[in-house]
């Protein structure tokens, strides 16, 4: 139960959600899995989850509302969550994007390098090996 500075009026405008039951709302709203839900607009849904999950865990402050307040607004673009887990998510498709060029990549580079008659690391390697025999 949060504390609130005024002690008049009814009940749900002096007691307020905990930061773990806003915390459960908004994750119950935002991972909506309905057909006009904000997570099945990226490309990768899956990372965007990830991406809230991170923003979730890293926020400590929340503000201090009623239940009047939380449950009459419902406006969950005040606490900066789509702002913060867009920026996270655009760095966890960068870290994927690396990971896959890497395992795509890696294999050509390392046959271009190699390659047998005419590869780029060949000579160096031939000399070593033939120990200037060639």
């Not at 050509?108 to 025999?133: A, C, T």
């Amino acid at each position: 139960m949060n504390e609130l500075s005024q002690n008049y009026g009814p009940w749900y405008q002096n007691e307020g959600p905990t930061v773990e039951e806003m915390k459960k709302d908004v994750k119950e709203k935002l991972m909506d899995t309905g057909p006009y839900s904000i997570i099945w607009e990226k490309k990768v849904p899956y990372l965007y989850l990830k991406a809230i999950n991170h923003v979730f865990n890293s926020s400590i402050t929340w503000p201090l509302v009623s239940w009047r307040g939380w449950r009459g607004v419902k406006d969950y673009k005040q606490f900066k969550i789509f702002e913060n887990s867009n920026k996270k998510y655009n760095e966890f498709i960068k870290i994927r994007a690396k990971k896959k060029l890497a395992i795509l990549l890696e294999p050509y580079i390392i046959h271009r390098l190699y390659r047998f008659p005419d590869g780029l690391r060949i000579k160096k390697v031939r000399e070593s090996w033939y120990q200037g025999i060639i």
